[in-house]
């Protein structure tokens, strides 16, 4: 006796919004979104661990220029963010 539902039948085929690659979600899960009353995830599980990771990992670094000799460095703040980065020497330059 197989009283084991096939989770493919039961399961919605959905497009990753991230990576455009199809995942399922499967009736389980969407009964436990609609009784948080969430929206279905529109990410895949991969989409949606990467995501995590990167909100968690609030050390992200990005590529900028030091706003005093335009050389090019590591920060932690993005280019486009408006605090006035200084490279090392710079910083230092400037304490001094
Ligand atoms: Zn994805
Ligand atoms: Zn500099």
Request: hydrophobic share 25%; proline share 5%; net charge positive.
């Amino acid at each position: 006796m197989n009283t084991t539902a096939n989770p493919t039948i039961e399961s919605e085929k959905v497009t990753c919004k991230g990576c455009e690659k199809e995942f399922l979600i499967i009736q389980a899960e969407k009964a436990f979104y609609k009784k948080k009353g969430l929206p279905n995830p529109e990410l895949c599980p991969d989409c949606r661990r990467q995501r995590r990771l990167s909100l968690r990992n609030e050390r992200k670094l990005f590529k900028r220029t030091c706003d005093k000799c335009r050389k090019e460095i590591i920060s932690t703040y993005r280019a486009e963010s408006p605090f006035v980065i200084y490279c090392q020497e710079c910083f230092w330059k400037h304490l001094g």
